[in-house]
Every structure is written in structure tokens, then in C-alpha cells.
């Protein structure tokens, strides 16, 4: 069991995420904003964050690159999910820090796949 984080301003997306999630056995928090998340991924320290882009305030792409240059918060793998489809959303967000960049709609086959992919390449 893994604790992942999702950092995602769409509820809807956030019962999807959280209930396959949790349906593979991990343990989820979410919260709605980037700074939140930053903030919940410092003191938490989880196993691995769910990225959403598009959000009020700082975006996805800037919390993942804060994430990824943070000493504190570097280690955690990062997926972005996002409904930005575009090989230049994927290479900037690889270029940010993120371990993979999945589109939305993501079947929970793909996501939870994904996510412990990057949880045993991380362990």
C-alpha cells in the first residue's frame, strides 16, 4: 500500500482517481490547489503525487517543477493527468520533473498500472 497524493480542483476526477486508487489498495489524500499540494507533499512526504494542469493559481506544470527542484520533495515521483493531449504538454511536463504524463479521460486499468509502475521503480 502506497500513499499517493492528488492534486486535482476537479471533484469529480478526484472520486474517480481516489476510488481506483484505493480499489489497488493505496491510500489517498487530495487536495484542490497547486500551493496545496506543494504545501501537503512537504509535510506528508507520499509515495507518489497525481499532477492535474489546469488549476486557479499556479498551475501543474509550475507545482511540478517546484516539486521536483525542492530537496525535500525530489524523490517523489510525479504523474501529470491532464486533459492537455499535446506532445509539447508532454515533453514540457517531463521537462518539469513529471515521471509520465497520462491524458484524461484515463481508464483505471491505465492509472493504476501507471501509478505502481512508478511506485516500484521508486522503491
Do not use: C, Y
Not at 481506483?20 to 506543494?38: M, N, P, Q
Amino acid at each position: 500500500m502506497a500513499n499517493i497524493l492528488i492534486i486535482d480542483d476537479s471533484p469529480t476526477d478526484v472520486k474517480i482517481f481516489s476510488g481506483a486508487l484505493e480499489r489497488a489498495g493505496h491510500k489517498v489524500t487530495a487536495v484542490d490547489s497547486a500551493e496545496a499540494g506543494i504545501d501537503a507533499a512537504r509535510k506528508s512526504r507520499p509515495d507518489l503525487v497525481l499532477m492535474d494542469v489546469i488549476m486557479p493559481g499556479m498551475n501543474g506544470f509550475q507545482a511540478t517543477r517546484s516539486l521536483s527542484k525542492d530537496p525535500a520533495t525530489s524523490a517523489i515521483p510525479v504523474l501529470i493527468v491532464t486533459t492537455k493531449s499535446m506532445e509539447t504538454d508532454r515533453m514540457w511536463g517531463m521537462r518539469q520533473g513529471a515521471k509520465d504524463v497520462l491524458v484524461k479521460p484515463v481508464s483505471e486499468k491505465d492509472l493504476v498500472a501507471n501509478v505502481n509502475k512508478h511506485l516500484s521503480a521508486h522503491a
